[in-house]
């Protein structure tokens, strides 16, 4: 049994919007410093501009490139896995509707056990100082859940890790900014969220977890094969 993906798929939905990418790359920056500048996201506020239809093309272009990129360089599933897959998910499903956690998913969540020597250090990305924040993930799947040899095996994924802005005036808000697909890097997490509004204006402290399977925690790299 095999299985075929459409690998030039993305690539060719993206074609009619491709004229606008290269615009998208030379006005990035300033868009996101035009966005820091604003009050807040909220569509209420008097002085909040609409997108123009220029905007919304572009960032429509960079959604559309950045899908097809992920589709073409990211590893697919072979068949074998395909059926390895779908296997688990009717296991999975027959287990959580056994226990009761499909009525009631928040009955699946335990509270998480305490952070065991965290460890914290200092680094820098592209001219900006944080904290590195690391220590042992003390998730682990059910006994009887599928998969859960297989996750308990991905060594680098049970070292969690996070990125931290802290305010050295006490009582500061803290937010909790989660990256996107394919992230969990500070040169990408960092540009992903106004930290220029958010940590330097507002003066508000950052904490950016990095996601199971990003970034450090990664299996391997994303396309070295």
Request: charged share 25%.
């Amino acid at each position: 049994m095999r299985f075929a993906f459409p690998t030039a798929l993305p690539l060719l939905d993206a074609l009619p919007l491709a004229p606008y990418v290269g615009s998208l790359f030379a006005r990035t920056k300033p868009a996101f410093a035009r966005d820091e500048e604003r009050p807040c996201n909220c569509t209420e506020c008097p002085d909040y501009p609409a997108m123009s239809p220029v905007d919304i093309a572009l960032a429509t272009a960079f959604d559309r490139a950045a899908c097809a990129y992920r589709w073409v360089s990211g590893a697919r599933p072979s068949s074998r896995e395909w059926l390895r897959i779908i296997n688990e998910v009717d296991r999975a499903r027959t287990l959580f509707r056994a226990r009761g956690w499909l009525a009631d998913p928040a009955a699946y969540h335990v509270t998480p056990p305490a952070v065991d020597a965290p460890q914290l250090s200092s680094r820098r990305s592209r001219r900006r100082s944080f904290l590195h924040l690391t220590f042992e993930s003390g998730y682990e799947p059910r006994p009887d859940e599928p998969g859960r040899e297989r996750w308990l095996g991905y060594t680098a994924n049970r070292t969690a890790h996070a990125w931290i802005l802290h305010r050295s005036q006490p009582d500061r808000p803290w937010i909790v900014c989660i990256h996107g697909y394919g992230m969990g890097f500070p040169l990408l997490d960092f540009e992903a969220f106004p930290l220029r509004k958010l940590y330097e204006r507002l003066g508000c402290n950052i904490v950016m977890p990095v996601l199971p399977l990003h970034g450090p925690r990664r299996l391997r790299p994303r396309r070295a094969r």
